[in-house]
């Protein structure tokens, strides 16, 4: 079964300090793992998108990495800010052959950064 | 380039009640997504449009939910009748392909449904 799996499903942190996320998927093949940030109140936007041949992706201080073999993703946040605090939500989207076309949606973790 | 609109941002009805959500896309983008999230969870699809006609609806309960996308381009989603447990955001995503290829998905803003 397709499946995304995050953890921690909830974490806080302070101002400045480093954390990362993690994701496990089952989906395979795959075409692209995406991480997503969510604003309360607000849609998903796209913060890194990574093929099936790419191992890591920077969008300033965020990073992602991945591993195709054991099928696991992370997102590094660096040097966090108040602004970090929102959902992060990791979406695989399947390949061909995968018997799906729909992109698979991980639960999130909901990071609280204080001051 | 204009983001996907959606209207409106906040509903408040009473069980039993009717409500229709609007959608517009981003101009030329082909497939349009409707998800349903529930607090504390991730994104649940409810119904693909790809152009005008219905990729999958699986998900959606036929019973009380609809959906169209006239002319391919705006769609609307509608509850009828509404129950308590389909207080949720609902987002609307475009996409200029199906997923499974290296397509970017673009989200609106959501809007958030209370049934009471």
């Known amino acids: 079964k397709n499946q995304v799996e995050q953890s921690p499903q909830s974490l806080i942190i302070l101002e400045g300090k480093n954390c990362t996320l993690q994701?496990?998927?089952?989906?395979?093949?795959?075409?692209?793992l995406r991480w997503y940030k969510q604003d309360t109140g607000r849609g998903p936007v796209s913060l890194t998108i990574?093929?099936?041949?790419?191992n890591t992706k920077s969008n300033g201080r965020y990073t992602a990495t991945l591993d195709a073999d054991t099928k696991q993703s992370s997102l590094h946040i660096t040097a966090s800010q108040l602004s970090d605090s929102a959902s992060y939500i990791c979406?695989?989207?399947?390949?061909?052959?995968?018997?799906?076309?729909?992109?698979?949606f991980g639960t999130g973790t909901r990071l609280k950064v204080l001051a | 380039e204009a983001g996907v609109a959606q209207s409106p941002r906040y509903k408040i009805i009473e069980k039993r009640q009717s409500v229709a959500f609007w959608c517009n896309p981003i101009?030329?983008?082909?497939?349009l997504y409707w998800y349903q999230q529930i607090l504390g969870q991730g994104p649940k699809l409810l119904i693909q449009?790809?152009?005008?006609?219905?990729?999958?609806d699986s998900q959606l309960p036929k019973d009380r939910f609809s959906a169209e996308r006239l002319k391919g381009v705006d769609s609307t989603l509608k509850i009828q009748p509404a129950k308590l447990e389909d207080s949720a955001v609902y987002l609307c995503?475009?996409?200029?392909?199906?997923?499974?290829?290296?397509?970017?998905?673009?989200f609106g803003p959501g809007t958030r449904l209370t049934v009471t």
């Open positions: 995503a475009s996409s200029p392909r199906l997923a499974g290829h290296s397509y970017e998905q673009y």
């Open positions: 994701c496990n998927y089952t989906v395979s093949p795959f075409s692209n």
């Open positions: 990574m093929t099936f041949s790419e």
């Open positions: 979406v695989v989207s399947p390949g061909v052959g995968s018997g799906t076309y729909k992109y698979i």
């Open positions: 101009s030329g983008h082909a497939t």
């Open positions: 449009f790809q152009n005008n006609g219905v990729v999958d």
